[in-house]
């Protein structure tokens, strides 16, 4: 099955119907990316920092 994927993108690629394949191709990198950012960036540690401190604030506006 992944040999025939390559073959499939490999003929798609090689400019048989237009820029599709690469548009999906990136699309799919872009996914994995941020899938991944917050397991192994800065997102892991910046986030929750940054959800507890709006939160805090909004909690304190409401009273």
């Not at 003929?11 to 990198?29: E, Q, Y």
């Given at each position: 099955?992944?040999?025939?994927?390559?073959?499939?993108?490999?003929?798609?690629?090689?400019?048989?119907?237009?820029?599709?394949?690469?548009?999906?191709?990136?699309?799919?990198?872009?996914?994995?990316?941020g899938?991944?950012?917050g397991k192994y960036g800065l997102d892991r540690y910046v986030l929750p920092f940054i959800n507890k401190t709006v939160f805090k604030k909004e909690a304190r506006l409401q009273e």
């Open positions: 099955m992944f040999f025939g994927l390559v073959m499939n993108f490999s003929f798609m690629l090689a400019g048989t119907v237009s820029h599709n394949p690469t548009d999906i191709l990136m699309g799919f990198i872009i996914l994995v990316a899938a991944n950012a």
